[in-house]
């Protein structure tokens, strides 16, 4: 599976973008398509993710109430709204997909399979 995420940019604190990642293909409905972000100097953080074959979302707390997580089965694609968004959402932000994931596994990066290639946000105060 290969996943395209763009939608990145240089926006002023609170500001909107909306990120998108498309999937070449889906291997099962109960797949699981998660955004993480990473910030210089720091860990790979789970932001939110959701299977394919629906469920609610499980976001961080860092961006609940901000951020919205959403997906169009039919163009393999998830999206990310991203609303009043703050100077420490400034990171690469990167889609991910996995297989068999639990629940209590979503937000462990090291259960996921197929990573993108990475999209920037920049949030400037």
């Known amino acids: 599976v290969q996943l395209q995420a763009s939608g990145g940019g240089l926006v002023q604190a609170g500001a909107s973008l909306r990120l998108s990642c498309t999937a070449s293909?889906?291997?099962?409905?109960?797949?699981?398509m998660s955004w993480f972000r990473q910030a210089p100097g720091k860990e790979r953080e789970f932001v939110v993710g959701?299977?394919?074959?629906?469920?609610?979302?499980r976001y961080a707390d860092s961006v609940k109430g901000r951020f919205t997580f959403s997906k169009d089965n039919a163009k393999k694609t998830v999206y990310l709204q991203m609303n009043s968004l703050k100077s420490e959402d400034t990171a690469a932000y990167y889609c991910?997909?996995?297989?068999?994931?639990?629940?209590?596994?979503?937000?462990?990066?090291?259960?996921?399979?197929?990573w993108g290639q990475g999209t920037q946000v920049t949030v400037s105060s």
């Open positions: 991910a997909a996995g297989s068999g994931l639990i629940a209590s596994s979503l937000s462990d990066p090291g259960k996921y399979h197929y």
């Open positions: 293909r889906r291997t099962s409905s109960s797949d699981v």
């Open positions: 959701s299977r394919w074959n629906g469920g609610s979302a």
